[in-house]
């Protein structure tokens, strides 16, 4: 099985998996939970995954969608920063609207540059062979502007069930090499419709990006079966985790 350990590290905060948060100097820090292989310590070179949450989701999110992996990979489940009250926490204000999200530009780039600060931090106190960032919903576009406008900090995105609004892609890439972006949608999701998808890809193609969009014709805006089952492929080929071969 794998082992849940809580971390304290200069500037993001964690939760240790009895509930009991640990404070962290800096108030902007997010706090998460981390899995790692049994045998494994901060020497051991390892593939780093971070599972990013949707809106009114927390850090348990993807440690249940996980719950069946056993990757020899450190796995990361972040909080977002906002707590909402009503339930579960949110990366960035919006609105539902009937042709699209309306949301807030800002806050995506605050939580975008939080998840960075976190990466570098476990970066540096862990030896780590590659980053892959997978997210969900609001997770999904962060993971698409990591990609965007964080390339350094990670080695390939996973977007599911999300978009990236064209206030947050750029004319043009720059110079900086991104990563691949891999997009899993449900062509039933009237929450962020698959023709949204489809626009950021084609965006994102155009500006030079390796990016590929799978949709599932019957799923609604979630994690279907058929999505969790072909993300936990890739996941196992890109980690070399057991019962993957890499293509």
């Known amino acids: 099985m794998l082992v849940l350990v809580a971390l304290l590290l200069p500037g993001v905060a964690c939760r240790s998996d009895s509930g009991k948060e640990r404070a962290s100097p800096a108030s902007d820090a997010l706090h998460f ?43 990361v489940f972040p909080r977002a920063p906002d707590d909402r009250r009503r339930g579960g926490y949110s990366w960035f204000d919006l609105a539902l609207m ?75 890439a720059g110079k900086q090499k991104h990563p691949p972006v891999r997009a899993f949608h449900g062509g039933e999701d009237a929450t962020i419709r698959p023709e949204l998808a489809l626009r950021t890809v084609q965006t994102l193609e155009k500006l030079g990006l390796d990016v590929r969009l799978q949709v599932y014709p019957q799923a609604g805006h979630l994690i ?21 071969s890499r293509r």
Request: charged share 25%; hydrophobic share 45%; net charge neutral.
């Open 224 to 244: 279907s079966a058929g999505m969790l089952r072909d993300v936990l492929a890739l996941l196992r080929r890109e980690t070399g985790s057991p019962g993957s």
């Open 98 to 172: 009937e042709d699209r999200p309306r949301i807030d530009d800002g806050d995506v780039r605050r939580s975008a540059r939080m998840l960075v600060d976190m990466i570098e931090e476990i970066r540096a106190a862990h030896a780590t062979r590659k980053t892959i960032v997978v997210g969900f919903s609001q997770g999904g576009l962060l993971a698409y502007a990591l990609a965007v406008h964080h390339p350094e900090a990670l080695d390939l995105a996973v977007a599911v069930s999300a978009y990236l609004p064209a206030t947050l892609i750029p004319g043009e």
């Open 33 to 75: 939970e981390m899995r790692v292989p049994p045998g494994a310590d901060a020497s051991t070179a390892l593939p780093l995954v971070v599972a990013i949450h949707g809106l009114a989701g927390d850090e348990h999110y993807f440690q249940r969608a996980f719950s069946k992996w056993r990757p020899r990979a450190r796995l």
